[in-house]
């Protein structure tokens, strides 16, 4: 698998520091935002191949977030993580190619990364 370049994007500022320890631990890239405006601005000035999201940030969706990465680049892959599933109401998972829930294993986020970096068929 070659090196991605990951965003990652979360407001508690303690969890993404882990997430990008666990990340550029893998051989992996990774910037880290911690609100929906910056992460947007990022992916605006910057390629990246994934972008993982909380589904809360702050006051804002992560469903919103990886709506609007789509959006401006439609091959950056999306991973959204959260602390409990979603209602039908609250996520049209169709905006995300993996879904985590929380609490999970670094070999959950690293087989994530690995399946979305593998080439399609």
């Known amino acids: 698998m070659h090196p991605l370049r990951v965003l990652v994007v979360d407001d508690n500022v303690p ?12 051989g992996h ?12 601005a990022a992916v ?3 390629t990246f191949d994934v972008v993982i999201s ?3 940030i702050g006051h804002q969706s992560g469903i919103d977030l990886m ?3 789509r959006q401006l680049e439609p091959r950056t892959r ?8 979603p209602s039908r109401e609250e996520a049209d998972l169709s905006v995300v190619d993996r879904y985590l829930l929380k609490p999970f294993e670094r070999e959950a986020l690293l087989s994530a990364l690995e399946g979305i970096a593998a080439p399609e068929s």
């Open 15 to 26: 969890f993404a520091s882990v997430l990008r320890r666990i990340i550029v631990g893998a």
């Open 29 to 40: 890239a990774c910037a880290v935002v911690h609100s929906s405006d910056a992460a947007v």
């Open 44 to 46: 605006e000035m910057n």
């Open 54 to 56: 909380d589904f809360h």
């Open 67 to 69: 709506r609007r990465v």
């Open 78 to 85: 999306r991973i959204l993580m959260s602390g409990s599933a």
